[in-house]
């Protein structure tokens, strides 16, 4: 209903509405401000949140990112670990950084 009231009095010519017995009414100024406000809170709002995550995120130097309490030290895991066949399961630990690039990004060679 508000919305139906608002479209009435934005694009409504001032003739008609006094016609209408509505004599007071907000500045034709507001019809076109009052969107344009909301429009520009909701950039400023996906913007305040974007930086919002990037101040809070912490650094990829930082150990917090890639271990957590329950790590193992890094000589315990080794990239036969991560492929042994005894368990159906492997065992819960964190990959250290330096074998997760190995696995992802090594250049393999072709088989000929």
Excluded at 43 to 66: K, N, V
């Amino acid at each position: 209903m508000g919305f139906v009231t608002y479209m009435f009095w934005a694009l409504t010519p001032i003739k008609y509405l006094n016609a209408l017995h509505i004599t007071y009414y907000p500045d034709r100024y507001w019809a076109t401000a009052v969107p344009a406000i909301i429009i520009m809170f909701f950039f400023y709002y996906l913007i305040a949140y974007m930086c919002l995550i990037l101040i809070t995120t912490y650094p990829l130097s930082d150990g917090g990112c890639i271990t957590d309490t329950d790590k193992k030290k890094e000589t315990e895991v080794k990239l036969g670990t991560m492929s042994d066949a005894k368990h159906s399961v492997a065992p819960w630990v964190d990959i250290p950084v330096e074998i997760a690039s190995k696995l992802m990004y090594q250049p393999w060679k072709k088989a000929r």
